[in-house]
């Protein structure tokens, strides 16, 4: 099984702040990388597919880079409504599977 | 509009059974792999299997942890998706979410439906 390790687990900033979550892929998994952002109570939304592209609807602060093993995922100005935890996730193969999510709040 | 919508959660004893349905609707499943993911309470994701459409001969594939306990299938006819979960344990408790594999994403995702494995 392709193990994800996202760092970091938790991160706290201000409203403003440019955020940056690493994902890194136990074996090369090219591009087929995901993030997704899940809210208290929520179901998981897709941010970006294929480690860089935007999710249409999904605002531009928002970015992702990488591909083999190392993938960064970015917000480039924080907003208070994206408080929220943060998920990459490869689909390389079966199976399927996750980081272990990045919890961020707001400083 | 796009949607997802899981039922057929509840409250189960152990080595019980259960059967999740998930509904359809604004898109036609057909052409796509249909996968199901769960979350247990205050922790994260982990997908459970998946069910590939005709063309890929309706191949299934499943998580170690359900192996041999948990079926996915589909019904294209009704645009339903299904999980069926035997033997269920106590660590199977969780938010059961169906989503759909597109272009590379999972998009969309149900809301999810509550499974609980307790005496």
């Known amino acids: 099984d392709i193990q994800m390790t996202q760092s970091p687990s938790s991160l706290s900033a201000s409203v403003g702040d440019r955020v940056t979550i690493t994902c890194q892929a136990s074996?090369?998994?090219?591009?087929?990388l995901n993030w997704y952002q899940q809210k208290p109570g929520r179901a998981p939304k897709l941010l970006i597919y294929d480690a860089s592209n935007l999710e249409t609807g999904v605002p531009s602060r928002f970015s992702g880079s990488g591909s083999g093993t190392d993938f960064t995922f970015t917000i480039s100005s924080l907003q208070p409504e994206d408080i929220a935890t943060y998920y990459c996730q490869q689909y390389d193969n079966v199976p399927v599977t996750f980081g272990g999510g990045t919890k961020v709040e707001i400083k | 509009e796009v949607q997802l919508v899981e039922s057929g959660g509840g409250l189960v004893q152990p080595g019980g059974s259960l059967k999740l349905s998930c509904a359809a609707s604004g898109f036609i499943i057909s052409g796509s792999a249909m996968h199901w993911v769960r979350q247990a309470s205050g922790k994260g994701l982990e997908w459970v299997g998946r069910?590939?459409?005709?063309?890929?001969?309706?191949?299934?594939a499943y998580a170690a942890s359900v192996r041999g306990r948990f079926t996915i299938f589909r019904d294209d006819l009704k645009n339903m998706a299904y999980l069926q979960m035997n033997s269920l344990k106590t660590e199977d408790t969780a938010v059961y979410y169906c989503?759909?594999?597109?272009?590379?994403?999972?998009?969309?995702w149900g809301q999810g439906t509550l499974v609980t494995v307790s005496s």
């Open positions: 069910i590939r459409s005709k063309p890929n001969n309706y191949a299934t």
């Open positions: 989503t759909r594999l597109l272009s590379g994403g999972f998009d969309p």
């Open positions: 074996r090369d998994i090219s591009n087929y």
